[in-house]
Structures are given as structure tokens and as C-alpha cells.
């Protein structure tokens, strides 16, 4: 069931990406709006995904230690919310800057970064990609990929930014994010 799952994520979002790659390319022939000219990477009006003013649905995850977390334990705090896969270059190209955010701001923003566990070979590959690159921010393990399909996420990385009152309150991010693009998610949540 695990290697369908795999699979079927894996088919889905090279489907993305080819119509990514063709949706941008025609876009950026009309218009680019103003949001994908700052990252490139703003996908707010796209057809899948959850919208902003929508409630974060809650969750509940183990992380890489074994503790049990759910989104709600982090009501009164904004929340970063990725979703990542070691096998995946831009998700590995973000962790350094996600790393550097959470070591900044880890007061004032949690970083939950969700691995497509269903995806990987093995749970060992995250445990060891973690520990050589020294981050410390909770990695949630999505063994089921049920976060996968509540988020509908199609594309990693893909983050959504969730205010204190458990709303998502920015457009998320579909691909990878910068340290200057995180200030700026920080700094409009509330």
C-alpha cells in the first residue's frame, strides 16, 4: 500500500510540475502578477490547496524522537507550516535558511516541518539527513500521507502559514522559501 501511495505521489507531482512549467510559461507571457514577480513561487489562486481564511485543519503527527504533536498544541503561536521530503532538491536547499529562521525567530514562530515519510525508502534517511544537517526545528513524520491529502499538497516543498487564531492567514509558498521571504510571512501573521 506504502509503495502505491509512493508512487501514485510521486506520478502526481511530476504531472504538476509539467503543467507548472507550462502554466508559468504562459502566464509570464500575459502578466506576472505582482506576487510571483517578489518570489516566484506565490500560488494563491491555484485550484488545489487550502485558501487563506480557511482553519488549519488539526493534525496529529509523531515526530522523529516519538513524541505525539498536533497543530492545536500551537494555538497562540504562528506556525510555519512545511511540507518536505529528503529525496527532494528544493526542500533540501530551504532547510539551511528554515534552520537560520528558526534559530532567529523560534520564540515567535514554530516551524513544523512535515516529511513525506510515505514517500521515502526508509524512516532511517530522514533521521540521518536531520542529524547531518544539525537542525532542531520538530520534524513531523507523515507515515500515511494523510497530511499530504488534507493539505492537498501536490507540489514540495509547500508551505502554509498559519496565524495565532489557527487561521491560515498568508497564500502559501509552492517551492522553496528564502530567509527574506520567511521575515516577510512573520512579520504579516498575527
Not at 487550502?50 to 494555538?75: C, I
Request: hydrophobic share 35%.
Amino acid at each position: 500500500m506504502k509503495q502505491w501511495l509512493a508512487t501514485a505521489f510521486l506520478v502526481i507531482l511530476l504531472g504538476l510540475i509539467i503543467f507548472t512549467t507550462f502554466s508559468e510559461k504562459n502566464e509570464g507571457e500575459q502578466q506576472e502578477s505582482s506576487a510571483t514577480q517578489e518570489t516566484g513561487m506565490v500560488a494563491p489562486n491555484a485550484p488545489d490547496g487550502l485558501k487563506v481564511g480557511e482553519k488549519a485543519p488539526d493534525f496529529s503527527l509523531e515526530t522523529l524522537s516519538g513524541e505525539t504533536v498536533k497543530l492545536s498544541d500551537y494555538r497562540g503561536k504562528k506556525v510555519f507550516l512545511n511540507y518536505w521530503a529528503t529525496w527532494c532538491p528544493p526542500c533540501r536547499d530551504e532547510m539551511p535558511e528554515m534552520q537560520d529562521f528558526h534559530e532567529k525567530y523560534g520564540d515567535e514562530v514554530v516551524i513544523l516541518a512535515v516529511n513525506g515519510t510515505g514517500t521515502e525508502k526508509k524512516k532511517e534517511n530522514v533521521t540521518q539527513f536531520i542529524k547531518n544537517g544539525g537542525y532542531t526545528f520538530p520534524i513531523l513524520l507523515d507515515t500515511e500521507l494523510e497530511i499530504n491529502q488534507t493539505y492537498q499538497i501536490l507540489s514540495i516543498p509547500t508551505t502554509y502559514f498559519i496565524g495565532t487564531d489557527g487561521i491560515i492567514q498568508e497564500p502559501r509558498i509552492v517551492g522553496p522559501m528564502t530567509y527574506e521571504m520567511m521575515e516577510k510571512k512573520k512579520d504579516a501573521l498575527n
